[in-house]
């Protein structure tokens, strides 16, 4: 997150510098009055509460990393080897993180049933290995009339998928190219023996399968175009993938499966992109799965989120974070859009008057996605 992100998010745009001092906020905190000449409004800034936080959210980011990279530097690189570690070693390390490494050390030596997020069995290996199908249009004739559908069910991959093109900065379905044999799919369908994150947060019996559509295949490539900037030698080191604010009919995420479909495709993208997957319910709730140990761990409260996703971050692990709304007009908590820039899309449980104040909040670009059309519910009735 460069400067000006951090003055329109937070302050409402006061004291917006010019493009060619635009900085990251540590650069900023260090010496303000280099990058906002007028002392009225940096004193205004400077006296708001949302300012002193920040302030002390980046402080404790930069001091983190800072002890982080040391330790590393000595070989220590894993809460074993800060148990193992020299006192001189230790005595380098801030007090603060101090605390936090020992106390996640003795968690490690002595862990609780309450504290630490539960492994849970077979629930990456479902997801990855969903099995896939697709629903494709009939032709007039006898077969057409006997499904009553018109809808004709395949296994597998369908030869032909949509087409993408990108506008501008929006990518849109390719109606314009020429597709040669088969016809595309009117949807496709993944299949997961275990379900998925919204029956894994539920004691419902829902559905095992995932319906996919045009629209959530394109909200995919919008995402996946993020990634590659992200990993490209072009990207620059200060590169923030975009956050994504999903707008559409209420109940996107579990009727189009968003989420569950984004999650299928993050697990099977380039692991030097994405490493780990966290799909989040409201901050507390919080699945994550992790590419490098192929297994899902449960969070089960916000504390304990907290200390997962800041050792991922402490470990240098790309992250990208599902956030689910659990409840109206409650935005994603801070530690979910981390300042070092981790990949994020919110599906809301809003308003649309809200979409506005919140796409400026999380400084999100928005996706706009229609609901399932009469042929995509015919087809998931095949």
Known sequence: MKLNDFLT??????????????????EFFNDPTKYI???????????SGRYLSMRRAVKGEVIFDEDIRKLCDKGVNNL???????????????????????????????????????????????????RRSHAVELPDGVERKKTGTGMGMHEGKPEQSW????????????????QFGAAPPVLMVLASEKGWPYSWHTIQDLPKDVFVNR???????????????WSSPHGGTDF????HLLIGTPGIGKSMAAGSYLLYRLLHCDAEKIQVVAHSFGGITTYVSDKTTRAVKR???????????????????????IYDVAKEGTPPPRH??????????????????NYDEWAKQLQAARIIVNFLDEMDVRAMCA
């Open 163 to 178: 087409k993408y093109k990108k506008v501008g900065d929006v990518i849109e379905e390719d109606d314009a190219v020429q």
């Open 215 to 229: 629209e959530a295949e394109q909200l995919w490539q919008t995402v996946k175009g993020d990634l590659t900037a």
């Open 299 to 321: 969070c089960s409260d916000e504390d304990m989120c907290v200390s997962e996703l800041r050792s991922l971050r402490g470990h240098g692990r790309n992250v990208y974070i």
């Open 9 to 26: 998010r937070e302050l409402d745009g006061r004291g917006v510098v010019d493009t060619k001092r635009d900085v990251l906020p540590e």
């Open 240 to 243: 923030t993938p975009e956050r």
């Open 336 to 353: 979910f859009a981390p300042t070092s820039g981790w990949g994020m899309i919110a599906v809301p449980f809003l308003k649309v008057a």
């Open 37 to 47: 000449r007028d002392k009225g409004a940096l004193n205004e800034i400077q006296a």
């Open 80 to 130: 074993p080897g800060w148990s193992l570690a020299a006192a001189e070693v230790k005595a380098a390390v801030h007090n603060s993180n101090k605390h936090f490494l020992n106390a996640a050390a003795e968690e490690v030596r002595n862990p609780t049933t309450t504290s630490a997020p539960e492994k849970l069995e077979g629930l990456y290996e479902s997801v990855h290995n969903a």
